[in-house]
Each structure stands twice: as C-alpha cells, then as structure tokens.
C-alpha cells in the first residue's frame, strides 16, 4: 500500500477549512495532518510536520504568497497550491515566482481538488482554465523575456515548451508529438535547466511572457 499524501489545509474561514477537510478524509490516500487561519500558522505547521502538500489561500492573513515563500523555505519538500476565489493574474504570477507549483479556484470541482493534491505530491503543475487564461492574457501584455535565452532552445525544446504551457502533462506531450515520454522527461529536464526556473509552471509562465505558442 503507498504512503498517504499529507497535508496542510491553510485558510482564514474555518468553514472553507472544515468542508475541505470533510471531503479530503473521505479519500484513503490523503491525509491531513494540520489546518492553519494566516501565513505564519502555514509556515510554523509545514515546519514541523513537513507535508507533501500545503493547499493555501491566496488572500488570508499575512497573504497566501509571503505563505509560500516562508513554506517553500521552511520545507523544501512541500509543494504549494493555492486555492482562491479572485482571478487576480499579478498576484499569481508573484505566488508563482515565491515558489506555488499550482493553483485552483475555490469552484474547481471536489474530485478535481484531490487528483491536483495528488498531482501536486508527484511535482506536477495544475493551473484552473480560467487562471490559465488570466496569466496568458496579463503576460501578454507585459514585458517579454529576453529572447537570447529562448534562443539556446532547441526545436523540440520549444515545441515542448510551448505544450507544457497549455497544461498538458508528459504523456500527453508524448502523444502530442509522436515521442517517447521517456525522451519528453528529458526534454522537460533540459527546459528547466536553460530557463533557470524550478518547475513546470514556472517555465509555463515564461512561455506565456514570451507569447509563444505551439504551431
């Protein structure tokens, strides 16, 4: 049997707390091992029971993004997925850049929340559509990244790249482009590595700040 996924509930409605976590144990591979009303309860939580996961309000006491930066320093393990109910796209961009790995609405739909909890243990990015669509629309606008680093992409790299940032995972990327998914996993690792970013989601951003997409 495979170890539980544990988790932190961080959010400053104890209602919100409680429905989540009514909802959560009735899943046998998720636990959750604490529950927090602001950042700094988040933080000290994380730090002492090193979750795999913390699913964090974006606006709560002391701000769900200073709540990732203090986790993400505190338990480098856990991963960090916000769950709000404002499209607000800077704001996520800046929780993104402090270290979330995903992030969902507080709609997404119960089924949908556990399988990004799940994903999230694995290291793997979720952004809600609408989240998405929001980032994709303020990063358009915004500044471009410099493009001698898109340069050092290979073409496969950014076909690869550009997939990544439309959500989808490894083996869809896999089906997408008619290639191992072995070979995407190498890909993505090369990816990660020119960019200097840490994850799927932080390269996803940077793709959608450079306005690329796939052909």
Known sequence: MNAQIRIVIADDHVLVRQGIRAFLETHADLAIVGEAEDAAGAMKLCAEHQPDVALVDLVMPGGGIEATRTIRVASPHTQVVLLTSF????QIVAAVQAGALSCMLKDVDADALADTLRKAARGEAVLHPRVAGKLMDALRRGSEPGSE??????????????????????????????????????????????????????AAVYAWKSGMKQR
Do not use: P
């Open 87 to 90: 499209e607000d796209a800077q």
């Open 149 to 202: 680093v898109l340069e050092t992409l290979s073409q496969r790299e950014r076909e690869v790249l550009a997939l990544m940032a439309e959500g989808l995972s490894n083996q869809h990327i896999a089906e997408r482009l008619g290639i191992g998914e072995k070979t995407v996993k190498t890909h993505v690792s090369n990816v990660l590595g020119k960019l200097n970013v840490s994850d799927r989601t932080q």
